[in-house]
DNA sequence: CTCCTATATGTTGACGCTTACACAATAATC
DNA sequence: GATTATTGTGTAAGCGTCAACATATAGGAG
């Protein structure tokens, strides 16, 4: 077996409870035994046993997270990677771990959840979606389980912790930067219309028309769950249009997509930006790299997380604290996807 | 506090220990008890505390991944995701959380695995990269702490337990596709040099010329550290070369340099496939998506993610059995990257 | 009817750590 | 020099679960 605080304090002398005031840093004890203590716990290479302290003091120092049912999509997507290492840096500057959540269905990932929170493997969750209707957000809002959601909260917005973008701001600011380069017939291709980002983005777009005095027009407006493949049927529908009605920049809320859309304009040898600007969202890593780069809107994906577990952890620290909202700034990444009208 | 075992044992009116026996579901227990306690356990809505079970018992069910010091880096790279996704279906089959060590630098994670490890807070590791003179590596096998590296390691390979592919196969292969399409100047653009993959993948390549009796030569052979911006440089190099001597054929191990190395040649009016022939390596969701789509050996990353975990859980369970290596399939997967010398 | 066995359940320490409380020794106060 | 703070350390009771051992009950063998 390991070496323990109790084999710790024979060696240096002490009692157990001593050794455990040395690792707290307790006031209490004498800079001597301290030092005494210390060399001990160094030849006898002591690590504190985490679940052993666990139990005691009723904590874990552990961050669930939470992904959407459909993991295999979600995790595919940059955004993941990205809002992890947030999360990561986050939660290791505060000395926690974070675990996932694992489970194919919905329903695995809610029992996981269950078990995480009731099992006491972790002091407080992150949700890393916002669905309508969200059965495990319920479930921690019942229990009063400390938890943050990534996005906004379709209900209760006020009563959830939550760090977003101003989503429908961005989808407007994008808008206008359309429009500033004087496309009118400006298209929008958003993802799974069930999230509350896309709904968000498509107001700010529809707002953006208003105040340009633009009229809307519903064949713009097109939602699509797949983001990969979507691209390409979003496309075909938009060059059904007669000529003359066929948008000339395209608003895509979703990098992913914006590169499917690429892909088929391409193929249909459509020149972006010559023919069609477009302007999308996330600003991934690889929106440089596509041909042309893209022009998109950063929504700091990285901050989103790290402010998310820091956020987490205040609340697990001082659980009376009122819910906060966080909201990470947007700014509009400029590259060669984007042309002034002709 | 939540509800303990003493209260549904209070409950149902037996003694604590008999509900830890329903709940091993033990078969000294009679089924007229079982179905008491279950009940009681139901009505409270009892789940067990996952922390004094693993106090009492020593272990956590959680396995720890460790990613490599630059995990920003890592964390980008269409590999992680898919690896993650295998890793948590093989650990989820088996009830196993998995926990993310966090931490910018070498010495951070370094710190976080030997916390974990000390501190009791996973069974097993899984070790999401191979390097030399890994401390890691060096650690864990000097506390004989149950892992499994994913890649092949670089020394001790019969000792270690991992799960690869066999990458000099892979390489042989990928150069045989295309000594197959009758490219005679292919040059090889790999990753960092110090990773093990990258190297077996060039002995792989090195064998097949030598097979085919075409000369090897080191101008046509690169190694990029920094993967997306890596494929300019590269091809920049070769393109340096007098026009008869420049490569018809390139073999880059990384989908993700792949397209730098698209991006710049299509800079350059450079047309593949007619022009220049492609073939890369994983395979990643978007190399069906680039222009032209990639000719990929796909290297069944979730496969080997999901081995990883249920090799390591049974040697967490089963801690005395010799140390395997599991070799997980590749196969081309051919699409418009690659083309027929002229 | 006693003794033994099998079956079903209860008792009692671990597991390694924290912490309220107890206590001893020293210092401060008059 | 007795009294009270103050400081430093020890004692012991948990935290929730498991499992070795102890015990109780019933059924069958003799």
């Given at each position: 077996m390991s070496v323990t605080i109790k084999d710790v304090a024979k060696a240096a002398n002490v009692a157990p409870s001593t050794v455990s005031r040395v690792i707290a840093n307790?006031?209490?004890?004498?800079e001597r035994t301290k030092e005494k203590v210390r060399e001990a716990m160094n030849t006898l290479g002591y690590h504190p046993n985490f679940i052993a302290r666990s139990l005691a003091?009723?904590?874990?120092q552990v961050i669930g997270l939470v992904t959407p049912g459909s993991s295999d999509v979600f995790f595919q997507n940059p955004f993941f990677p990205t809002v992890l290492r947030g999360l990561s840096e986050g939660a290791h500057e505060r000395q926690y771990a974070l675990q996932l959540v694992t489970g194919q269905s919905e329903e695995d990932i809610y029992n996981g959840v269950v078990q995480m929170v009731q099992g006491g493997r972790v002091d407080g969750i992150v949700l890393l979606y916002s669905k309508v209707e969200d059965r495990i957000l319920q479930y921690l809002r019942e229990r009063n389980f400390p938890f943050v959601m990534i996005g906004k909260p379709y209900n209760f917005v006020e009563a959830i912790t939550h760090v977003d973008n101003d989503n429908f701001k961005a989808g407007l600011d994008a808008t206008e930067f359309l429009l500033g380069m004087g496309h009118e017939r400006i298209a929008y291709i958003g993802g799974d219309a069930k999230l509350v980002v896309t709904v968000e983005r498509l107001s700010g777009y529809e707002n953006a028309l208003k105040k340009a005095g633009i009229p809307y027009r519903e064949q713009y407006v097109l939602h699509e769950s797949f983001l990969l493949e979507g691209g390409k049927e979003a496309v075909c529908a938009l060059m059904e249009l007669p000529l003359d009605e066929r948008p000339t920049a395209l608003l895509v809320t979703d990098d992913l997509l914006a590169l499917g859309v690429l892909n088929t304009l391409s193929e249909l040898d459509i020149?972006?930006?010559?023919d069609i600007s477009i302007i999308s969202f996330?600003?991934?890593?690889?929106s440089e790299m596509s041909r042309p780069p893209l022009t998109s809107v950063d929504i700091n994906i990285f901050q989103l997380g790290f402010s998310a577990s820091s956020q987490l952890i205040k609340r697990i620290e001082n659980p009376n604290e009122p819910p906060t909202r966080i909201t990470v700034p947007h700014q509009i990444v400029s590259r060669f996807s984007t042309e002034h009208v002709k």
């Open positions: 307790n006031p209490r004890i004498s003091n009723q904590s874990t020149t972006v930006p010559d996330n600003n991934a890593l690889f």
